[in-house]
């Protein structure tokens, strides 16, 4: 009988491991699409960044200096890796875009222009897709350093190597027109 009863235990305790094991491992994949879905979402932004460059340089030559910086910061965001270095990146990219919209802002003729206020709306979509990716991976990311950290199964996650994960923590994005005031 206690034959028996040492089996049982020992059997709820491996079946018990299995479920640990087997839920660290859905929240990785969940903050690995999570990530996967922010990426596809910033690459969608990339594409649109030398349109909207393109646009307002028609009308602001002389912002080179300008251009050349939301260039560069989207080139750093395109070969960022880690989530550290994308949110830096992102950073910097998201200044760059910031400072673009307020330059627009200056010129009547290009905040009329169709093509520069499709951009700006579709933009302004993405940004809003960005987020709502980044709110979803954020929140895999707590859900697996919680139970990373969690007993009993941080037993299994320190048994198995698995790693806490960085939140992605970027400024605002840019929403729409800047508005400046003169």
Do not use: C
């Not at 520069?116 to 707590?142: C, H, P, W």
Request: charged share 20%; no cysteine; aromatic share 8%.
């Amino acid at each position: 009988m206690a034959v028996w009863i040492v089996v049982a235990l020992l059997a709820v305790l491996v079946v018990g491991l299995i479920l640990l094991y087997n839920r660290l491992v859905s929240l990785r994949a969940r903050v690995n699409n999570g990530w996967s879905q922010i990426d596809v979402q910033l690459r969608r932004r990339y594409d649109l960044i030398p349109n909207l460059v393109e646009t307002v340089r028609g009308y602001a030559t002389h912002e080179r200096e300008l251009f050349e910086r939301v260039t560069d910061a989207r080139t750093r965001a395109i070969g960022a890796t880690g989530v550290g270095d994308q949110a830096s990146a992102e950073n910097a990219l998201t200044a760059g875009m910031r400072q673009l919209l307020a330059v627009a802002e200056a010129y009547p003729d290009l905040k009329a222009n169709q093509n520069f206020l499709a951009l700006q709306e579709e933009l302004t979509g993405t940004e809003s897709k960005i987020a709502y990716a980044r709110q979803f991976y954020n929140d895999q990311v707590m859900k697996l350093n919680t139970a990373i950290q969690a007993f009993p199964s941080n037993l299994v996650a320190n048994a198995f190597h698995f790693e806490p994960r960085k939140f992605f923590d970027i400024e605002d994005p840019v929403r729409g027109p800047v508005q400046v005031d003169l």
